[in-house]
Structure formats: C-alpha cells, structure tokens
Nanobody, 124 residues
Framework: QVQLVESGGGLVQPGGSLSLSCAAS????????MGWYRQAPGKERELVAV??????????KYVDSVKGRFTISRDNAKNTVSLQMNSLQPEDTGVYYC???????????????WGQGTQVTVSS
C-alpha cells in the first residue's frame, strides 16, 4: 500500500509565503509524476502544479493563476514533493492535496494516489 503524507499549510496573510511537503511511502518501484491539487469551498478540485521524472530532472506544469508565484520541486531519492508558495492571495485558500502516479513494480501499471489534504488559508 502507498501512503502520501502532507505537511505544511496553515494561516497566512495576503502576500505571505507557505511551503507544503509530501512524502510517499510503501513498496514503490517508481513515481513518474508527483504534484499538488487544491479545492476551494464550493469549487471543484483543480491542478495546481505537477512535476514529472525525466532523467535526473523533471518537467513542470502550473495552473496559470500560480505561475511566477509557486514553485514545485521533488527529491526522487526520498520520494518527496514540495510546493513553495509565495505572494499568496485569498483566492489561493483551499485544501491542498498531494498527488502521485505510482508504479508498484516494473511490470505493474501506474495508479493514482492522494494525500489526506492540508488546509491553506490566506486571510488578513
């Protein structure tokens, strides 16, 4: 079984910064993709940022509203992904979920896993 455990989040004033981290554990062969989604009250869950493995680096993708403010990174050796969030705005408020596409063995297909979510509140 695979577990994603998030840390970080909390309450911050507009313009402030927060950092989220997520660690994947379990019997894992590879994690092609890791990322973050968020869900604001009354809204659907949306992709915030994802990062793929390409050799020792990785390609990234961000939702337009966070480009230039958020930075996603990962440590492949530790199976962790982080999200540095700067210049936070009230519209960034929501529950942030860690996401991972995981392969359990060399021959197994990929499957999607989610963390339990962590609250980020941006308010004065």
């Amino acid at each position: 079984q695979v577990q994603l455990v998030e840390s970080g989040g909390g309450l911050v004033q507009p313009g402030g910064s927060l950092s989220l981290s997520c660690a994947a554990s379990g019997s894992i062969f590879s994690i092609p993709t890791m990322g973050w989604y968020r869900q604001a009250p009354g809204k659907e869950r949306e992709l915030v940022a994802v990062i793929d493995i390409i050799g020792s680096g990785g390609s990234t993708k961000y939702v337009d509203s966070v480009k230039g403010r958020f930075t996603i990174s990962r440590d492949n050796a530790k199976n962790t992904v982080s999200l540095q969030m700067n210049s936070l705005q009230p519209e960034d408020t929501g529950v942030y979920y860690c996401y991972a596409v995981v392969r359990l063995t060399f021959t197994s297909p990929s499957d999607n896993y989610w963390g339990q979510g962590t609250q980020v509140t941006v308010s004065s």
